[in-house]
């Protein structure tokens, strides 16, 4: 892929690799150095190009890859060029390979979920008239060298057959992990996953802490011992203090002597119907002489004194309401 600009002169090594700044790499030295403005928007162009290209391609509806995408995204674009004699001397682009972490969900053998961030293949294109020489296995073993992992740890985004087909040849990458989203992971995936150690091993390890850490534990705390339940009784049946203590009757109520103990035979129950349910023996009968002349004996209230002194034949009302009251015959003839 040709542009109007000196490719060679903005990218001087084969592979450049972009990130999200999309900055012109380091000059030659003894090279003119034009507006830095000018190199960034040739690189621009450069993105662009490419991305509408693996579009096509691909027969995508929209390009997947472009310099805004790149801008707004921590993806990084490993740009391979042509290095051989070109007629206008300016030099070509080869193809791409777009890389970046995402943060997924996928599946294991045993249709477990997982949240990993593996590596994602995002786009991959090399130009029609240079494919099968080799170029693509050149930008894909650069890109794994560079980021440092295997190939079965990759993530790929929507392949294509031809993407399938290169991984299978290349790298032997043929049984996939089926997944419910559209990235496709290989058998091997999660081989450098950390999975939690077994029973043996957690337990030889806590057992080697043990010997090895010589602090004293610190004292176990002794705890009462439980109460047997056949002594716990309900609230129901259980001993009330407040029903113990003896309610003392009003006078004159508490002169009357008590029976010390209740009489032999209870009173009979009466046979009549709608009477109440049997009841225990009631407090002894206070005699009625016994009982007058106690009120006798009791000290007038003082104002009833007051009333006695001052009206001692009653009120005016209490008058009036004598002497309207009806005479006997006698007194009317």
């Known amino acids: ?39 960034q928007q040739q690189i621009m162009t450069i993105v662009d190009e ?11 509806p929209a390009p997947i890859t472009s310099a805004s995408r790149m801008q707004s995204n921590r993806h990084v674009m490993y740009v391979l060029k042509d290095t051989s004699a070109r007629p206008a001397g300016k030099g070509a682009i080869i193809g791409f390979l777009k890389v970046g972490y995402k943060k997924l969900f996928v599946l294991d053998d045993r249709e477990a979920h997982n949240e990993v961030e593996p590596l994602c293949i995002l786009d991959f294109y090399i130009h029609e008239s240079l494919q099968r020489h080799g170029h693509g296995r050149e930008l894909f073993h650069y890109m ?40 496709v992971i290989f058998e ?6 950390h999975r939690p150690p077994a029973p043996s091993l957690r337990g030889s390890r806590h057992s080697r802490a043990a010997a090895i850490d010589s602090t004293p534990a610190a004292p176990a705390r002794k705890l009462p011992p439980k109460r047997a339940e056949g002594d716990i ?17 009003p006078w004159p109520l508490n002169r009357a002597p008590r029976r010390a103990t209740p009489p032999a035979h209870p009173p009979p129950r ?28 009791c000290p007038p209230h003082p104002t009833a004194r007051l009333l006695l002194a001052t009206d001692p034949g009653g009120s005016p009302a209490q008058r009036r309401r004598t002497s309207s009251l009806p005479r006997s015959d006698e007194s009317r003839y």
């Open 1 to 39: 892929m040709e542009f109007s600009f000196d490719v060679d002169a903005l990218l001087p090594e084969r592979i450049t690799v972009l990130d999200q700044h999309l900055r012109p790499p380091a000059r030659r030295p003894g090279t003119t150095t034009p507006a830095r403005v000018d190199l």
């Open 50 to 60: 490419l991305g509408k290209a693996s579009a096509k391609a691909q027969h995508l």
């Open 144 to 183: 794994l060298q560079k980021e440092r992992v295997e190939p079965h740890q990759l993530a790929i985004d929507r392949p294509s057959q031809k993407l399938l087909k290169f991984l299978n040849k290349h790298y032997n990458l043929e049984t996939t992990v089926p997944q419910v989203n559209n990235f």
């Open 188 to 193: 091997g995936f999660f081989a450098h996953q």
């Open 233 to 249: 009784k309900p609230y129901s049946s259980s001993d009330r203090e407040f029903l113990k203590v003896a309610v003392e009757p």
């Open 270 to 297: 009466s046979s009549s119907l709608g009477n109440s349910p049997e009841r225990g023996p009631l407090r002894p009968f206070v005699p009625e002489q016994e009982l007058l002349r106690s009120l006798r004996l």
